[in-house]
């Protein structure tokens, strides 16, 4: 009877899981075929799943359009400088909050939380007069340096530094090891899979960041992919075809990306706890 009940559960679940992954992977599915439909078809209701003949032609017109390469080229600066500056930054935050004790440490802790909860629309306008101010808009700096740091990373890579031993801390203290060698030379080497997953979830954010670089930036030399592909939605009509061949062409490197670096990926979320 319990192996019944046992057997029944997993079946719910995996048919739940099965849903939810078909949920998921359909529209990922329909923008493939789409971007090889032509643009007749994509009127056709009901949908007309796939392209009568797969063509190349919507990538052909999308690269002849769009500076697809600048777009890649500003895209790669703009994520890796972010992703890179947020490793660092977040991490030395979540070591502070995490090891070193000093007055008002949970209160402030507690406030950088609670900046979690303010929508970026809220700061959008604030932001953007303070880089006009700055003379920042229209460059790689106004798409980098408001995001060097992230509340959500310094809270992710703090609970993985509670689950350290402390005992490491203490005998490179007693040894005469600084605070910096401590974040340098233990912390850091044993939280690659931590680390690795942060920076994947930045990885993603950054390249597919739209309203940001869309509100901070207007030159095409400074353009990145996805207001680049962006441009492409018409005032009273959109070429989906077109639209969806451009994303496939985006969305590649982030799949190749994570098909490389999924193990890294789901260790990163399996041994990151949530101790308080």
């Not at 080229?73 to 977040?90: D, E, H």
């Amino acid at each position: 009877m319990i192996k019944a009940r046992a057997i029944g559960t997993k079946s719910v679940l995996y048919l739940l899981l099965s849903a939810g992954a078909i949920i998921l992977i359909v529209p990922f599915v329909w923008m493939v075929l789409t971007a090889f439909k032509t643009f007749q078809e994509t009127l056709i209701v009901p949908i007309k799943w796939f392209p009568s003949q797969f063509r190349l032609d919507n990538f052909r017109e999308v690269l002849n359009q769009l500076n697809f390469a600048r777009y890649y080229l500003n895209t790669m600066i703009v994520t890796v400088s972010i992703t890179l500056l947020q490793i660092l930054f977040c991490s030395m935050a979540a070591y502070g909050f995490a090891r070193i004790k000093f007055p008002g440490r949970s209160v402030l802790f507690i406030v950088l939380l609670s900046m979690l909860m303010i929508p970026q629309q809220m700061t959008l306008l604030p932001s953007y007069i303070l880089l006009s101010r700055l003379r920042w808009l229209d460059t790689f700096l106004a798409l980098i340096i408001p995001n060097l740091f992230s509340v959500y990373g310094t809270f992710f890579l703090r609970q993985f530094f509670l689950s350290l031993p402390g005992e490491l801390e203490e005998a490179a203290i007693i040894d005469g090891c600084s605070r910096w060698g401590i974040y340098r030379k233990i912390f850091l080497p044993l939280s690659t899979a931590a680390l690795a997953a942060f920076g994947v979830f930045t990885v993603l954010w950054a390249w597919n960041d739209l309203m940001w670089p869309l509100v901070m930036t207007s030159k095409e030399t400074i353009r990145v992919l996805s207001v680049g592909i962006a441009t492409l939605v018409g005032q009273h009509a959109t070429r989906n075809n077109w639209l969806m061949a451009a994303s496939m062409l985006a969305t590649a490197p982030m799949i190749i990306m994570f098909i490389v670096l999924q193990k890294k990926f789901i260790a990163g979320i399996s041994i990151t706890g949530l101790k308080a």
